[in-house]
């Protein structure tokens, strides 16, 4: 079974920190890992991830894909009150399925 | 342009009862997949739809169908509904089947809470 594991489960800082969040996964057929954030209800896509070691950069967040470990990390620096939500990790597989992790919720505190 | 749309935003139903919940992809997305979302955790794969076909479709029971409209929207049908089915149903729409590249970016619609007393 499909299997990907998120931590911590939850963090809390206060706006200028940097923040990691990491992803493990165990699934067949991978295609792509995916990080999305999840603030009232939709989660909105923020990177897609397909090939090891190239990081991907929005603005102050930053991911990168790991295929020998099977993990990810998401970075995010500097960090703002409106980046608190709930950061999803999903990783595709052969048909399109979407499997996720239980989610990250981070708090920043002015 | 018009992101993923989902109706109704929010649903009240009894148990034994079935519901219907609809979406309509991005414009250009032929591809519809369902995700349950229990509080705490993260969205669970229901259906993947492209082109009215089945993709493929999560560990869910019998009651749960659904099916994709020649113009791409789709339903989700849940019948004899459980307390356990209380949920945020969300709906995602992608460009292309899994063929690799971004086209299998997949973008969620705002959900659909239903509450099953």
């Known amino acids: 079974e499909d299997k990907v594991v998120q931590s911590p489960l939850s963090l809390v800082v206060h706006e200028g920190d940097t923040v990691t969040l990491n992803c493990s996964y165990e699934?067949?057929?991978?295609?792509?890992l995916l990080w999305y954030k999840q603030e009232k209800k939709a989660p909105t896509f923020l990177f897609m991830l397909t090939s090891s070691g190239i990081e991907k950069k929005s603005g102050r967040l930053s991911s990168i894909l790991d295929k020998k470990e099977l993990s990810s990390i998401l970075n995010i620096t500097a960090t703002q009150t409106g980046d608190s939500a709930i950061y999803l990790c999903a990783v595709g597989t052969s048909y399109g399925k979407l499997t996720f992790g239980q989610g990250t919720i981070l708090t920043v505190h002015p | 342009d018009a992101g993923v749309t989902q109706s109704p935003t929010h649903l009240i139903k009894t148990r034994g009862q079935h519901v219907t919940l609809r979406c309509s992809p991005i414009?250009?997305?032929?591809?519809v997949s369902w995700y349950q979302q229990v509080l705490g955790q993260g969205p669970q794969f229901i259906f993947q739809y492209y082109e009215k076909e089945e993709r493929g479709r999560g560990n869910f029971p019998d009651r749960f169908s659904a099916r994709q409209f020649p113009n791409y929207s789709s339903e989700l049908n849940v019948n004899a509904l459980l307390l356990g089915d209380s949920a945020l149903y969300l709906c995602?729409?992608?460009?292309?089947?899994?063929?690799?590249?971004?086209?299998?970016?997949?973008?969620f619609g705002p959900g659909t809470r239903l509450l099953v007393l």
């Open positions: 699934v067949t057929n991978f295609r792509s």
């Open positions: 414009s250009g997305h032929k591809s």
């Open positions: 995602a729409s992608s460009y292309s089947p899994p063929s690799g590249g971004a086209g299998e970016t997949q973008y």
